[in-house]
């Protein structure tokens, strides 16, 4: 994710690397504007663009936290994730699809919390570790399984801006 397309851990959390747009389909007209197209799609355009620009806004607050220096430094790190996507993740949610929309809606949003909680688990797990580099590796590969879930339900809902967002996978190499 910028640090979203890295971050997928984060997030949230994905937090949530390098925001790539929404990737709303080319039509006359812009989503937001007049278009021609039917009142559902418009509906749908709608959704994406809204939940594009929350994942764009947290991309650009996630690329502003200094990066980890070492491995200790990753538990204030994906805390500051933390603290900036758990309420990106609240908006998100509070975002109201269109029915057709709605049940994929739900899964992403269902992915994008577990992926908070798993960041929340690893800052943890870090900072209680006696090896941080090992407990980073053990945690990421967990990661990297539930972000790739995540970005395939964000791109099934058209919503690219929403993926790859990994902190950890951001952050410098340990």
Not at 49 to 66: F, N, P, Q, S
Not at 99 to 123: D, F, G, H, K, Y
């Amino acid at each position: 994710m910028t640090a979203r397309r890295s971050l997928s851990l984060l997030l949230l959390f994905g937090a949530l690397s390098a925001a790539t747009g929404c990737g709303l389909p080319e039509r006359e007209g812009s989503p937001t504007g007049a278009t021609t197209a039917p009142a559902g799609d418009r509906a749908a355009d709608r959704y994406r663009l809204a939940a594009g620009r929350v994942c764009e806004d947290l991309d650009r607050r996630i690329a502003t936290i200094v990066r980890p220096a070492g491995p200790r430094d990753y538990a204030p790190y994906l805390e500051r994730v933390l603290a900036i996507g758990t309420p990106a993740l609240g908006r998100l949610a509070a975002i109201d699809p269109p029915p057709s929309l709605a049940r994929p809606a739900r899964r992403a949003v269902a992915l994008a919390r577990a992926e908070l909680a798993l960041i929340a688990t690893t800052a943890r797990a870090v900072r209680d570790s006696r090896d941080p580099a090992r407990t980073l590796d053990l945690q990421q590969r967990r990661i990297d399984r539930l972000v790739a879930q995540e970005d395939s339900a964000w791109i099934a809902l058209g919503v690219p801006a929403c993926t790859d967002a990994d902190p950890v996978a951001e952050a410098p190499e340990v």
